[in-house]
């Protein structure tokens, strides 16, 4: 089992690759191959963020990491 602090450097890394892949997005006109690539990634970081801040006990009241 992970401790808190190696959650916490997890978490820090996901937000981190989140706003690389979101930059990579902007900045870059895509098509195709390459834009569904950037996409998935972002929004599988989105959910791993989210079940990171589950796992700390700080997703808000009531909000599932599921959805």
């Known amino acids: ?6 959650i ?5 890394k996901s937000i981190e690759a989140k706003r690389a892949w979101l930059e990579h ?3 870059n ?4 191959a390459e834009a ?4 998935r ?3 599988a970081l989105r959910g791993v963020i ?3 801040l589950w796992v700390q ?6 909000e599932s990491p599921l959805l």
Do not use: S, V
Not at 57 to 62: A, I
């Open 1 to 6: 089992m992970k401790n808190e602090e190696e």
């Open 8 to 12: 916490y450097e997890m978490l820090i």
């Open 25 to 27: 997005w902007e900045k």
């Open 29 to 32: 006109p895509m098509q195709g």
């Open 36 to 39: 569904a690539e950037t996409l």
């Open 41 to 43: 990634n972002f929004t």
């Open 50 to 52: 989210k079940t990171l």
């Open 57 to 62: 006990g700080r997703l808000p009241e009531g």
